[in-house]
């Protein structure tokens, strides 16, 4: 098993829909949540982090953490054709530790 | 947030030559780097850790003597892939830590495509 789960997609959705994209974790000492945004044949750029359990919101972006069933997800509002892009989930104990990554999720925005 | 360069974006070599890929921090000193490997459809692998100013740490199955690592200072780290074959053909992205509210977070380099033919 791995220890970061994450469906592949592809994921379509029309404009203006909510997505949610979400990812399982089997490690209990995971402490930080992070979510990328990776487009065609860039490096992941840094949407969101969060600390333990909990929600946290920025403009459309919204990022829930439930560690008791070790289950993240990331919703976006309003989706963009621009938010097309693969979405990977990642996490870490804290510190310098190593940072495990999901496989990511391919989304499609349909104008 | 913080910014991560990483030259060049795209290289195309020759089978048995050398390519060094370099990653630098740009706002922030990084005493820690991180490079990793991606293939198509799949998730960031993680290479090798970059510590300033000592030998690399690298992960299970990833040759130390293909891949060279040398963080010589705060803001630069280089991997050089040497003796390149067609199998090295990969997305290579670098990262740095940065100290972001109660954690550290890894802010990425915009990757480099080798392309060994």
């Known amino acids: 098993q791995k220890e970061v789960e994450q469906d592949p997609g592809p994921l379509s959705v029309p404009e203006g829909a909510i997505v949610s994209l979400n990812c399982t974790y089997s490690?209990?000492?995971?402490?930080?949540f992070m979510w990328y945004r990776q487009y065609s044949r860039k490096g992941p750029e840094l949407l969101m982090y969060t600390y333990s359990s909990g929600n946290k919101e920025d403009g459309r972006f919204t990022a829930q953490v439930d560690k008791s069933s070790k289950y993240i997800s990331l919703f976006i509002r309003d989706s963009q054709p621009s938010d097309s892009a693969t979405y990977l989930c990642a996490m870490n104990a804290g510190g310098y530790q190593k940072v495990t990554f999901g496989t990511g999720t391919k989304l499609q925005v349909i104008p | 947030g913080a910014v991560v360069s990483q030259h060049p974006s795209r290289v195309i070599c020759k089978s048995g030559t050398s390519v060094k890929i370099e990653c630098r921090s740009l706002d922030f000193q990084a005493t820690t780097m991180f490079w990793y490997r991606q293939f198509p459809k799949q998730s960031l692998m993680l290479m090798a850790t970059s510590n300033e100013g000592s030998k690399a740490t690298y992960e299970q199955g990833v040759e130390k003597d293909k891949f060279l690592i040398n963080h010589a200072s705060l803001t630069l780290s280089t991997l050089t892939v040497t003796s390149a074959h067609p199998e090295d053909s990969s997305f290579y992205i670098c990262?740095?830590?940065?100290?972001?509210?109660?954690?550290?977070?890894?802010?990425f380099g915009q990757g480099t495509r080798l392309t060994v033919v």
């Open positions: 490690n209990s000492a995971f402490q930080y």
């Open positions: 990262s740095a830590r940065a100290a972001l509210g109660d954690g550290t977070e890894a802010f």
